[in-house]
């Protein structure tokens, strides 16, 4: 089966295939491009002529569903959606931290990755499953509950990480397609996808204009 593959819980815009009879991938990764809505489309077009494959071709589909800013993981998991809808395939939804710790080597495990505002997402895994969380922290204020052997974590972040863990051996990683699939059950019925915001939108609503004094109350 042919799966595509989607991730935008980070600023790279994350697509790939990912042949699941062969194990054969095609990854396409446009780096901090924080544009995944005018980019994803077309980035998922010129990966399926890379693989010489058209949409109907595709038996389903896989997209990351954080953590991540609610602007930009809406983009990938609206996509995927709609991708599985018009084709009739179904949609898997997975934690994209999950699918970064499958990158990383064997042992006990920190996933962080930027969620502004001075904070990170994290959790951490013990031989790839994770024993806590998804949260939001700020960097310094993370407490991990179990020693860590590897991390994963932003250049631009990992000085601000609690002392004990600088010296622990550390990555840059996102999601890539085949550790995406590799996390999502797709023998599985699909699940509603859930996004992994883990707080609330950057977007607020206004607030109400106050009523003008000279406008008398009217009681219908």
């Known amino acids: 089966m042919l799966v595509l593959a989607i991730d935008t819980s980070t600023p790279d815009l994350v697509t790939g295939l990912v ?3 062969t194990g054969r991938s095609w990854d396409r990764v446009i780096p901090g491009t924080r544009a995944h809505n005018e980019q994803l ?3 998922v077009r010129a990966l399926l ?3 010489a494959v058209t949409f109907p071709d595709l038996g389903a589909v896989v997209v ?3 953590p991540g800013p609610f602007t930009g993981l809406r983009v ?3 996509s995927a959606a709609a991708f599985g809808d018009a084709l009739g395939i179904p949609v898997h ?5 999950d699918a970064i710790a ?3 080597p064997a042992g006990r495990a920190l996933v962080a990755t930027d969620a502004r505002r001075r904070e990170i997402y994290w959790a951490t895994y013990a031989e790839g499953v994770r024993t806590a969380g998804p949260d939001v922290v700020k960097p310094a204020e993370l407490q991990v509950p179990h020693d860590v052997d590897v991390l994963s974590v932003p250049e631009h972040l990992a000085s601000q990480l609690p002392e004990a863990l600088h010296a622990v051996p550390h990555h840059d990683l996102v999601p ?4 995406l699939v590799a996390v999502a059950d797709l023998d599985a019925p699909p699940e509603p996808l859930v996004p992994l915001y883990l707080r609330r939108p950057d977007a607020k609503e206004p607030q109400p204009a106050p009523r003008s004094p000279a406008i008398p109350e009217v009681e219908l």
Not at 176 to 179: G, H, N, P
Request: glycine share 14%; hydrophobic share 30%.
């Open 93 to 97: 939804g997975v934690c994209s931290h």
């Open 102 to 104: 499958r990158r990383l």
């Open 176 to 179: 890539d397609a085949a550790s």
């Open 49 to 51: 002529a890379d693989a």
């Open 41 to 43: 489309t077309p980035t």
């Open 19 to 21: 042949d699941t009879s």
């Open 76 to 78: 990938g998991m609206a």
């Open 64 to 66: 990351g569903c954080g």
